[in-house]
Structures are given as structure tokens and as C-alpha cells.
């Protein structure tokens, strides 16, 4: 299942949003159950955002730049044009 995967990645907000619903009472089947349907109906909200506006998917601690260019962490790969 998705959101399982989802929720054992180092930071991220689907991983945020388990131990909100888990910090309670982590041993309780039936609050794993709900926290892991939360998670699955937040993922399925952020791939349905990605799609409808047609904008790569940014993580948790990954921002748009206001200019519209790509953060220096990715363009550090890049060739320089001539």
C-alpha cells in the first residue's frame, strides 16, 4: 500500500500527518487504521493537484522559487549553455 510506504520516508508531510493522528495512542490498531487512511486521502489529493495543474510534485522541504527558475540543489547537475 501507498500511504505505508509514504509514512516510513525520512520527512515528509504524509509521514507528519501519521504520527499526528498516531501520537495518541501508537499500539491501537484501529487509529493506525484512520491514520493511514488519512494519509492515503492526502496523497491522493496532492496527486490529483499534480495532475490538474500540471506542476512536478515538491516535497516537504523543496519550495518554488519566485522566479519561476529551479533550485540551485538540482541545477548543480546541470552543463552550462555556451
Known sequence: MAA???VRMNADSF????????????GNPDVRRKALTAVAAKMARV??????????YR???ERALP???????RAV??????
Open 15 to 26: 509521514r507528519d500527518k501519521d504520527e499526528r493522528y498516531t501520537r495518541q495512542d501508537p
Open 47 to 56: 496527486a490529483y493537484a499534480v495532475v490538474k495543474h500540471d506542476q512536478p
Open 4 to 6: 505505508r510506504r509514504a
Open 67 to 73: 522566479s519561476g527558475s529551479i533550485p540551485l540543489k
Open 59 to 61: 516535497g516537504y522541504h
Open 77 to 82: 547537475g546541470a552543463r552550462a549553455t555556451p
